[in-house]
Each structure stands twice: as structure tokens, then as C-alpha cells.
């Protein structure tokens, strides 16, 4: 019998990256979560990803600082002049934020010697991010083996969006059948002090149509 | 006249990376320094790098903190336990630095609209570093701009390493003809307490070499 592959999962403990999680388990790896202090105003998020783990069961979690919020260039950590009109991009972009987080889950991945690093990029619901293309994550993958000892060592890593193109009620109902508790999970941009969703922001509506379009309730709390 | 194109530069302060930022400064390029505190063992690499930053006049220079030491698998980061015997990558090889390094350069090149991201990878001496070889370079490009608004607003980031190919000579040649100071650089992996190389180790040995064979002394400070 062989050990299980080891998968590499970026978690946010959002619908999209918690569900990712499931699949990595659902494949039989053994899975490492990761998440990122990066300067983020949404320090909720950091509770409810350390939680998803916990329910999940996964081999290991780690919390990486890396602070891109000194850098700014996004409504997401607490830039408020990003004006995103006559861009296609939203203002919740944060440059380059999924290429920082694969890069640091790339080096844990390399240390870990595990076989596959993932996580939950979306193209419906997020066409206007470039980094959540699937010809982004190709790219991704060639320049991973590219960096590492992977490839010299005779070896591939394979980074995977199981959920690329998936609508968000698919990607609620995939997570559902492999047992996630959603509850557990966040989304809202502006969440109040008691962590409860604003149910009104971009994020928001995007589950709550997810969830409505899977005609399930939604297990979180929102703000009266 | 249209202003001066941007560019960002990764400095550690050693030889090949301010010698990168003197090649920026040459383009005629806005040049905008990024180190990174992640967890290395030397300390006085980034008040060298931040006293380069000076001598070249960049028009910024920053520290990211970036904590790859909770993830380990290197000497440089003081992970005592790797053991490269046997393997053709040396125990000072960093999991994918230069990615997560470059990554957040390209965050940074975003948010400021940077046309170059350049660093100072050199494939002659770090032959056995996956990530200091030209084909890791260009997938970097591809992937960067798949990643970024560059790509989807017509533009393109060009990532450039232009010291490559260069032996050690050939570099330390090049900087004193862009007016480097290479006094003020810092390249040993183990610096007594007055910051005084040891002159033994294997990035010191990689330095003198190229100032013999460039028939000129090294300005820098060696422990006696």
C-alpha cells in the first residue's frame, strides 16, 4: 500500500476554497491547508478558514504572513482610492494576490513533496479576475515545474481549479454530496462585528444566488 | 517627451541584484527596489540592500515581510535539517523563493503600472537552482501576464534577468561601468557580528573568485 498523495489546498474558508479542500480529500490526498495574513481587513475570514480545516480534518493548516496590504491596489485591504469605473476588473482585485498565495503554497508544496497544489479559482463568477482563467492556472502549473526541484527530480506538480467552471450553485451541491458544513464558511466583504454577512455586497449576492439557484438555505447568519 | 517607463527590482544588496538595479537605472527606467523579510538568517543583507537603494537613487524602495521560515526546507532560513547530499540543489536553496519573490514584485509592478520586473538570477553560478534558469524566466513572463490587468488592457510586463548569462567577472565589470559601489554590497552567508564576511563560504567564494578574474580587489570587509 502507498501513502496517500499529499495535496497542497489554498483556503480562505470561503464557499469556493473550502469546497476545493473537500475534492483534494474526496481524492484521497493528504491535505495541507494554507492561509494568508495579508493585511486583509477581514480578519473573520483567518477564524472561519481555521475552523473549515479543523471540520475537515486536514493533515496540517498553516497561517502565512505576507503583507501585500503595504503595496495597496485594491478595495480588499483597505485601499479606497482603487477606483475600478471604465475597468474590467473589480475593485476587490487585489494585484496579483492568487499568483503571491500558489507561490508561497508552491514552496510548501516543494517542502512537503506533495503531488498536487490547489485551490478554488472560479471563471463564472469571477470573468473579470485574470488570475482566475484556466489559462492562468496552465501557466501557473508550467512555470511551478519550471521553479522547482519537481521537475528536476523527475517529478510533476499538478495545480488544479477542480471548480474553474462550475456555477456556484454546481460548486454548492459538489460540496454538500462530499459532507461540507457550510455554516462554517465565509463570504461577506463586509461582514458586522459579530461576524454576521451583510448579505448585499458582491460576494454576498454571488452565494446567495448560489444557494437559492441550488434551492438550498443558506446556513450563515446575516444581519437583520 | 513621455515619461520614463517603470521598473521594479528585487535587491537583496549582493553583487547581482544591485548590479540588476544599476542595469534598470541604464534603461533609463523609474527604478522602484523591493526586499523581502522573510525569515533569513542575515539581517544585515536588508540594511545593505536599503544603503543600495540610496547610492542608486531609486525613486522607492520597500520591504515586504514575507515569513517563509514557518515553512522551512532550507539552510538560508535556519533550517539546520536539510541534507542536499545526494541531490543536485544545494542546502541553501530556498523552496521557491524567486517566486514568491517575483510574485510579489509583480503585485507591485501592477499597482504602480511597471513595464519591467527585473531580478538577478544568474544560471553560471546557481546552476543547480531551478528557478535562476532562462526557461524559468520566460514561463514567469507568460504566466505574469495571463495573471495581471497588463495582458487584458493591452499591455505587457517584460521580465527580465539581464544577468543571466554573465559570469561573476563579466557582472562585477558591467556594475563598475553603471558606477556601482560595490562596498557598500553584501554577499556571505555567514557575516561575524560587525557584518565582516567569512570569505569561506560558498557565496563568498562565488564573489572573490569574480573579483580575481576581474583583476580587481573587493571592496567589502572580511573578517580576519
Redesign the interface.
Known amino acids: 500500500m502507498t501513502a496517500a498523495p499529499r495535496a497542497v489546498v489554498l483556503l480562505s474558508g470561503g464557499v469556493d476554497s473550502t469546497t476545493t479542500a473537500a475534492v483534494a480529500r474526496a481524492y484521497g490526498c493528504e491535505v495541507h491547508t494554507l492561509s494568508f495574513r495579508y493585511g486583509q481587513t477581514l480578519a473573520v475570514e483567518l477564524e472561519r478558514a481555521a475552523r473549515v480545516a479543523e471540520a475537515l480534518q486536514v493533515a496540517s493548516h ?1 497561517v ?5 496590504a ?4 485594491s478595495r480588499l485591504v483597505g485601499d479606497a482610492h482603487v477606483d475600478a469605473r471604465g ?3 473589480p475593485a476587490t ?8 498565495f ?3 503554497g ?3 508544496a ?2 512537503l513533496g506533495a503531488r498536487f497544489l490547489m485551490f478554488g479559482a472560479n471563471a463564472v463568477d469571477y470573468s473579470g479576475y ?2 482566475c ?1 484556466p ?2 492556472v496552465a ?2 502549473e ?3 515545474n ?4 519537481f ?3 523527475g517529478d510533476r506538480l499538478h495545480v488544479l481549479a477542480p471548480l474553474v467552471d462550475l456555477s456556484k450553485a454546481d460548486i454548492i451541491r459538489l460540496g454538500l454530496a462530499l459532507g461540507v458544513d457550510y455554516g462554517l464558511t465565509h463570504s461577506c466583504y463586509f461582514p458586522d462585528p459579530q461576524g454576521r454577512a451583510c448579505g448585499a455586497c458582491d460576494s454576498c449576492r454571488i452565494r446567495l444566488r448560489g444557494f437559492a439557484e441550488a434551492g438550498l438555505p443558506d446556513p450563515v447568519a446575516y444581519r437583520p
Not at 64 to 68: A, G, M
Not at 70 to 73: A, T
Not at 146 to 149: G, M, S, V, W
Open positions: 498553516r502565512v504572513p505576507v503583507d501585500l503595504s503595496l495597496g491596489g475597468s474590467a476588473i482585485y487585489v494585484p496579483a494576490r492568487n499568483t503571491v500558489l507561490s508561497i508552491l514552496a510548501w516543494e517542502v485574470p488570475d482563467r489559462e492562468y501557466a501557473f508550467e512555470m511551478a519550471l521553479a522547482t526541484r521537475t528536476t527530480e
